[in-house]
Each structure stands twice: as structure tokens, then as C-alpha cells.
């Protein structure tokens, strides 16, 4: 089932070093003022929640994943590896995500997203950055379902720009498609949002590459509120 919501307050930041990938967000997102885009680390956000582009065996051996799992420490990949365990059988797919206590004060929850299947795989001819965009909004609003008020910041990378090797300009775009697309709708699961995605992966695939696109659920799966 899929909700018209209102927009919530959640404190979105988008950080990263790479230089063209803040420039690609300042474009795409030049409508969303609400955003806060800066350069920088991940690791400076004083958030309550972090998003890692992973894989989805929750393997946190290259890029973001790495960087984050030695300044939380090793046991971060165990607290992620045992919640895709437990809610995927061991393997998350791409639109899925999970949301582990990060042991430490900044940040108390880790999401964990895949843009790839396997570690270091090239994605720049993939969707896979919005639908794990659009999974680390579930996955905040499922947290805060859960515990009220839980997440009320959060900050993300460029997903995929690194690793994936994904162009900046087509990073940016894809995370505005699944950042617009959660922050008007609800999902009642991850299988529902990857629906409704792949449902127009066309309009996606079609548009220019500078034209970020608004993936609007159809009627069909739409309920009122």
C-alpha cells in the first residue's frame, strides 16, 4: 500500500569530498532548499544517522563502508551482517535497507543500503542509486515508526559515485529521484517501493542526463490517508 504523506522534518544532509558530486547535488537539488549540501567527510556530521552504500552481503571492505566501519570499529559489519541475516536471509537487495544502533554517540543508528550486489562492481549503467536512496528513507521512517522521533537527522554520501562509478551528474539525480519520491509517499515495504520504481524505470532510463525525474505511484497502489 502506497500513502500520500506530508513531508516530514527530518534534517537531510548530503556530504561528500569529491567536489564535482556536491556541485551535480547544488544543481539537482536547487529547488529542495530545505537540503543541506556541503563538501566534506561523512565522518564530521554530527547526525543522528549515517548512510553506507554497501553491498548486499553487508561487506564493509571499500569506499564509504570502509571508511565508516574503521571509525566505528569491526563490530559495526557483525550489527549489519545479523539484521540482513535476520530480515533478508543473509542478502539484501537493491531497494532494501537496514538500520543498526551504531554503538556510539555520533551516530546512534547506521543504514545500511546496497547499491551493487557484490563489492566493487561498476553500476554506472544502473538504477540502483535511487532505489537505494529511496531505501534509506524507509528505513528512517521505519526506525522512526518503531521509536518516534529516533532519526531526526541524517546525513548521506554520493552513492555509488565512488565504487559504483557512477557520474556525478547522474548520482545526483538519481539520489534527488529517490529522495522526492520517499519524502512524498509512504511504502508499506521495500517491496512496494521497488515496485513502483521499477514500474517506470522507463521514464528514468529515457530522460536527459542533467533532468532529474519524479517517479509518481500509480493510482493503483495509492490509498487514501
Same mark, same amino acid.
Given at each position: 500500500?502506497?500513502v500520500?504523506?506530508?513531508?516530514s522534518?527530518?534534517?537531510?544532509? =548530503?556530504?561528500?569530498?569529491?567536489?564535482?558530486?556536491v556541485? +551535480?547535488w547544488?544543481?539537482?537539488?536547487?529547488?529542495t532548499?530545505?537540503?543541506?549540501?556541503?563538501?566534506?567527510?561523512?565522518?564530521d556530521?554530527?547526525?543522528?544517522?549515517?548512510?553506507?552504500?554497501t553491498?548486499?552481503r553487508?561487506?564493509?571492505?571499500?569506499g564509504?563502508?570502509?571508511?565508516?566501519k574503521r571509525?566505528?570499529?569491526?563490530?559495526?559489519?557483525l550489527r549489519?551482517?545479523?539484521?540482513?541475516?535476520?530480515?533478508?536471509?543473509?542478502?539484501?537487495?537493491v531497494?532494501?535497507?537496514?538500520?543498526?544502533a551504531?554503538?556510539a554517540?555520533?551516530?546512534?543508528? =547506521?543504514i545500511?543500503?546496497?547499491?551493487?550486489?557484490?563489492?566493487?562492481?561498476?553500476?554506472?549503467?544502473? =538504477?540502483?542509486?535511487? =532505489?537505494?536512496?529511496?531505501a534509506?528513507?524507509?528505513?528512517?521512517?521505519?526506525?522512526?515508526?518503531r521509536?518516534?522521533g529516533?532519526?531526526r537527522?541524517?546525513?548521506?554520501v554520493?552513492?555509488g +559515485?565512488?565504487?559504483?562509478?557512477?557520474?556525478?551528474?547522474?548520482?545526483?539525480?538519481?539520489?534527488?529521484?529517490?529522495?522526492?519520491?520517499?519524502?512524498d509517499?509512504?511504502?508499506?515495504?521495500?517491496d512496494?517501493?521497488?515496485?513502483?520504481?521499477?514500474?517506470?524505470?522507463?521514464?528514468?532510463?529515457?530522460a536527459?542526463?542533467?533532468?532529474?525525474?519524479?517517479?509518481?505511484?500509480?493510482?493503483?497502489?495509492a490509498?487514501t490517508r
Open positions: 500500500m502506497t500520500d504523506r506530508v513531508p522534518p527530518l534534517k537531510v544532509v =548530503l556530504t561528500d569530498i569529491n567536489t564535482e558530486v556541485e +551535480a547544488r544543481a539537482a537539488f536547487a529547488d532548499p530545505e537540503i543541506e549540501i556541503r563538501r566534506g567527510s561523512l565522518l556530521e554530527d547526525v543522528d544517522a549515517w548512510v553506507s552504500p553491498n548486499s553487508g561487506r564493509m571492505d571499500g564509504v563502508d570502509a571508511v565508516v571509525y566505528l570499529g569491526a563490530g559495526i559489519q549489519v551482517q545479523k539484521a540482513i541475516q535476520s530480515q533478508f536471509a543473509g542478502s539484501l537487495p531497494g532494501s535497507a537496514v538500520c543498526v551504531s554503538g554517540v555520533k551516530p546512534r543508528f =547506521l545500511s543500503t546496497p547499491t551493487m550486489e557484490t563489492s566493487s562492481q561498476n553500476v554506472s549503467d544502473t =538504477l540502483n542509486v535511487a =532505489l537505494a536512496c529511496a534509506a528513507f524507509q528505513a528512517i521512517h521505519q526506525q522512526n515508526k521509536t518516534p529516533s532519526i537527522s541524517v546525513a548521506l554520493g552513492m +559515485a565512488q565504487t559504483g562509478r557512477v557520474p556525478a551528474r547522474v548520482c545526483a539525480n538519481l539520489m534527488w529521484t529517490g529522495y522526492t519520491l520517499f519524502n509517499h509512504c511504502f508499506e515495504d521495500y512496494d517501493l521497488r515496485g513502483t520504481i521499477v514500474a517506470q524505470l522507463d521514464d528514468l532510463e529515457s536527459p542526463v542533467e533532468k532529474p525525474v519524479r517517479i509518481t505511484p500509480s493510482p493503483r497502489r490509498s
